[in-house]
């Protein structure tokens, strides 16, 4: 495996993959370890969580330096992205044992319950743009529950998927509780028939999603899919306009727009779409494009060569099919995988701005008559992960919200993860849950126990 950084175009370093059978010894000493580690009880696992959180704070510098310098997220949000993830050992280390404590039903026995008890190894297929925040917001609730994880990383973040290893021993976990399995994407499917692997959590692509969920499907084992989404950025006519404006560039823009609940459709209300639009562009034009490792860099580059390939053909033929280019739609002249913010006004159905996931700097602006017309808009994607309404009235912002078909919405504000809060999308973003008491919830065995 190649770790190639993305702003130089420069390798990093090289790392040796597992054959299929180092990868298959790895699964079954998991399995053993998770013989031991399920039988320990909340207060030990909290303490390791704490430990944990300890760590990634202490590292942080160097942790969010690697992961820069493999994937391209600037510098302050890799920081952001490991504060976090600690955030997040911690919100379970407090809240697991709470979530998961026995449920006494009153029924015709003389005492009935619900109980809650790890399924074993749970298999994790991990995508590189958040390569941190996205194997935690997994690990922390799956091991507070009991389980154990193998993990196969995305093929451009090694050195991350070695470090998340590293850092699990060095809190003190036991051997082989947490394990990274340096594999390739067609090896995936042997461990998910693995009889020793219990469940899967894949976090990726619509093709990835299928191929796990089918494969899994086979075995008869339980899947969580979190895979892509095109957000909408909903601007209703009675909407701070500034407000919705500046979070606006924040939500597309967040980790060079490679995020799945970035804002992608940005519909707004034709009696407002020029002032929207003059002031994006405004914003847009003073954002400084550069090294993402330099502090002062508010855009840096895309992961790989080929996002940046498919952005700049999403970008043309929607312009070819009648869109405006308002700015950017060009490579800069510069070294490394840089694709300019993009603003596309009049885009329309039939464009690939309108309708297929865009993984970068574009913001797809589709003007609209009516909240009708947004709402329907909105819906008129195969994807169902998040979205946001701006408007001044935030009953007007709730009835919206209830209307629009996805797994989270934000009224008035930024789209994002939060451990508080149940994650995940319907249609072809995905289904099961992460995070909150329902993410949790996905990897144990909810056991009726009734006593006569």
């Known amino acids: 495996m190649k770790s190639i950084n993305p702003a130089l ?40 969580f704490r430990s944990l959180a300890l760590l990634l704070r202490s590292d942080k510098n160097r942790l969010a330096r690697l992961m820069t310098g493999e994937m391209g997220k600037i ?40 109980v809650f008890q790890p399924l074993g190894v749970i298999l994790a297929v991990m995508p590189w743009n958040f390569p941190f925040w996205q194997v935690f917001r997994f690990a922390a609730p799956s091991l507070m529950a009991g389980n154990v994880a193998v993990m196969k990383h995305a093929s451009n973040v090694p050195g991350c998927a070695l470090a998340i290893e590293d850092l699990f021993l060095k809190a003190g976990f036991p051997n ?40 899994a499907a ?12 095109s957000d909408a950025f909903i601007v209703l006519e009675d909407a701070d306009l500034d407000r919705a404006v500046k979070v606006a560039v924040t939500a597309r823009l967040l980790n060079q727009g490679q995020s799945c609940i970035a804002a992608k459709r940005f519909i707004v209300h034709e009696a407002v779409v020029e002032e929207f639009t003059a002031g994006l562009l405004r914003a847009v034009s003073e954002l400084q494009v550069g090294d993402p490792i330099e502090p002062a860099t508010q855009v840096g580059p895309l992961a790989r060569a080929d996002l940046v390939d498919d952005m700049h053909r999403q970008v043309q033929t929607s312009v070819e099919a009648g869109a405006t280019l308002v700015c950017g739609g060009r490579r800069p002249d510069r070294t490394g995988f840089y694709y300019l913010p993009t603003i596309l006004g009049d885009v329309k159905k039939g464009m690939p701005a309108y309708h297929e996931e865009t993984f970068g700097p574009l913001f797809s602006i589709i003007p609209v008559k009516s909240e ?48 508080r809060l149940p994650f995940g999308g319907i249609k072809k973003s995905g289904y099961g849950r992460e ?17 006569g």
């Open 9 to 48: 175009n420069m390798l990093i370093s090289e790392y040796p993959e597992h054959s299929a059978e180092e990868a298959a010894g790895i699964v079954e000493k998991t399995w053993q370890a998770g013989l031991s580690f399920k039988e320990t009880g909340f207060a030990y696992r909290r303490e390791l």
């Open 75 to 114: 510098i302050r949000e890799s920081e952001a992205e490991i504060e976090k993830c600690a955030l997040c050992c911690e919100y379970y280390a407090e809240h697991a044992e709470s979530m998961l404590c026995d449920e006494i039903v009153a029924t015709d026995a003389r005492r009935s319950l619900v």
């Open 176 to 215: 082989d509780v947490f394990r990274t399995l340096m594999i390739p994407s067609p090896m995936v499917e042997a461990i998910v028939v693995n009889p020793r692997v219990a469940a899967v959590t894949l976090t990726g692509s619509g093709p990835a999603g299928s191929s796990v969920a089918s494969a």
């Open 218 to 229: 086979k075995q008869i084992k339980k899947a969580v899919l979190e895979l892509g989404g």
């Open 372 to 419: 009708a017309d947004a709402i329907a808009v909105a819906n008129d994607s195969e994807f169902g992960l998040g979205g946001s309404v701006w408007t001044r009235d935030i009953v007007r912002g709730e009835k919206v919200a209830r209307k629009l078909e996805t797994g989270a919405v934000f009224v008035n504000g930024l789209m994002k993860s939060d451990p």
């Open 435 to 451: 995070l909150a008491s329902y993410g949790i919830k996905e990897f144990v065995n909810i056991k009726t126990i009734w006593i």
